[in-house]
T-cell receptor, first 114, second 116 residues
Framework: ETGVTQTPRHLVMGMTNKKSLKCEQHLGHNAMYWYKQSAKKPLELMFVYSLEERVENNSVPSRFSPECPNSSHLFLHLHTLQPEDSALYLC?????????????FGSGTRLTVV | AQSVTQLGSHVSVSEGALVLLRCNYSSSVPPYLFWYVQYPNQGLQLLLKYTSAATLVKGINGFEAEFKKSETSFHLTKPSAHMSDAAEYFCAVFMRGGTSYGKLTFGQGTILTVHP
């Protein structure tokens, strides 16, 4: 399998639940990213991982907790979310975090918080 | 700081008509610019990118964009729209986030509708 794969594609969770989003890339890239895409708002960068080290946390609330155990996998652990956290969460990867080659995106996880 | 602004959140064209999606950038250094497309329930797909090699950049699906420094613009065009072009289009700029990495910052997006 090639590209960037995100699971699950859809997730409905209550505000007291704990869940995780998973992202896997098969491209040999060295950087991975989480973006949030809400209706009527620009894509928001949440986290940047370069060579498995978190290099940016873009003022994201602590109820979102990222994890990058190796260069191929990225997780976003969710707990005590709010309805306004409902959005499409996109994972992306890039070959070299310092270079402008462009990103490869997954298809996203559509999250609904009820 | 570098940023991009997309003019027009919605553009509607007839099939076969010219497509023009506007993007202006703000940057104190030569920018690296991108156009992405997002189809419903999909992630973003790279259409084309400008990295200073040539001002007219050709991408996939017949799209192209021209970098105009004097106008700080990077508009996306396609001579003849097809129904399958209906999607949301994002302009983006690559920014340095630190010494060891950079990041893509996106515009607000433009939804393209194509009428028969």
């Amino acid at each position: 399998e090639t590209g960037v794969t995100q699971t699950p594609r859809h997730l409905v969770m209550g505000m007291t639940n704990k869940k995780s989003l998973k992202c896997e890339q098969h491209l040999g890239h060295n950087a991975m990213y989480w973006y949030k895409q809400s209706a009527k708002k620009p894509l928001e960068l949440m986290f940047v991982y370069s060579l498995e080290e978190r290099v940016e946390n873009n003022s994201v609330p602590s109820r979102f907790s990222p994890e990058c155990p190796n260069s191929s996998h990225l997780f976003l652990h969710l707990h005590t979310l709010q309805p306004e956290d409902s959005a499409l969460y996109l994972c992306a990867s890039s070959q070299d975090p310092r270079q402008s080659y462009g990103y490869t995106f997954g298809s996203g996880t559509r999250l609904t918080v009820v | 700081a570098q940023s991009v602004t997309q003019l027009g959140s919605h553009v509607s064209v007839s099939e076969g008509a010219l497509v023009l999606l506007r993007c202006n950038y703000s940057s104190s250094v030569p920018p690296y610019l991108f156009w992405y497309v997002q189809y419903p329930n999909q992630g973003l797909q790279l259409l084309l990118k400008y990295t200073s090699a040539a001002t007219l950049v050709k991408g996939i699906n017949g799209f192209e964009a021209e970098f105009k420094k004097s106008e700080t613009s990077f508009h996306l065009t396609k001579p003849s729209a097809h129904m399958s072009d209906a999607a949301e289009y994002f302009c983006a700029v690559f920014m340095r986030g630190g010494t060891s990495y950079g990041k893509l910052t996106f515009g607000q997006g433009t939804i393209l509708t194509v009428h028969p």
